[in-house]
Nanobody, 121 residues
Framework: QVQLVESGGGLVQAGGSLRLSCAAS????????MGWFRQAPGKEREFVAS????????YYADSVKGRFAVSGDNAKNTGYLQMNSLKPEDTAVYYC??????????????WGQGTQVTVSS
């Protein structure tokens, strides 16, 4: 019943920007934290950013802090990851997830299918 669908990925040149969207259904969006994760070829999945329930707090991996911004629109049941100043090392499949606690990876119980982001040099 719960479904998360990512969109907005694609190919962009280094220094460019993309905005990823995560549309949620089957849940009350405002009652959940949302996290963003990514997995590059040959690497483990890593945490990117998250936003708490009600949007009061945001968290970022050191590698993206100052370049990425996470937000949500409760009226649209949609979360966003704005990515600026993209680097080739940002190339990965990006996943959104929802759960009870933004700061606890194991609390994310529902995941999207992923969207590919490729940053060329």
């Amino acid at each position: 019943q719960v479904q998360l669908v990512e969109s907005g990925g694609g190919l962009v040149q280094a220094g460019g920007s993309l905005r990823l969207s995560c549309a949620a259904s089957g849940l009350t969006f405002s009652r959940y934290a949302m996290g963003w994760f990514r997995q590059a070829p040959g690497k483990e999945r890593e945490f990117v950013a998250s936003i708490s329930r009600r949007g009061g707090s945001t968290y970022y991996a050191d590698s993206v802090k100052g370049r990425f911004a996470v937000s949500g629109d409760n009226a649209k049941n949609t979360g966003y990851l704005q990515m600026n100043s993209l680097k080739p090392e940002d190339t990965a499949v990006y996943y959104c997830a929802v759960g009870l606690w933004a700061t606890v990876d194991s609390a994310y119980n529902y995941w999207g299918q992923g969207t590919q982001v490729t940053v060329s040099s």
